[in-house]
């Protein structure tokens, strides 16, 4: 977790959520950016609640499918219902992180995810 997140160390990392441009990251670290940064900064990202101005910007294809995700994800447990749907219910059934491919622009990063399901 202590290694070095890219081949090339660097102390500011720019992740981009293509289809979600409102979620980019950036990830500081004056000691080099690090993979555990990267996980935390990534778990922090998918588990911030989606308020009503954000979920109202997402098209009605996006909202029907993650409210449908919340619901499965939060029926057994009625504390984290109470919190409201999450930004990791919008990437549904993509949740499994598979890595990051440098962007178009050479200088951020793109990140991929991944199904469960082939």
Known sequence: MNEQA?????????????????WSLEIYNPTGVTIH???TKLYELFHRRVGK????????????????AFSVRTSQNP??????????????????????????DGHRWDINLASAVA
Do not use: C, W
């Open 79 to 104: 504390a984290e219902r109470a919190h409201g749907i999450k930004r990791i219910d919008f990437v549904f059934p993509n949740l499994f992180f598979v890595g990051l491919s440098l962007a178009a």
């Open 53 to 68: 101005d954000e979920f109202a910007s997402f098209p009605h294809s996006l909202q029907a499918p993650a409210s449908k």
């Open 6 to 22: 890219i081949a090339i160390p660097t102390t500011h990392m720019y992740i981009n959520f293509p289809g979600f441009p409102r």
């Open 37 to 39: 940064d990267v996980l």
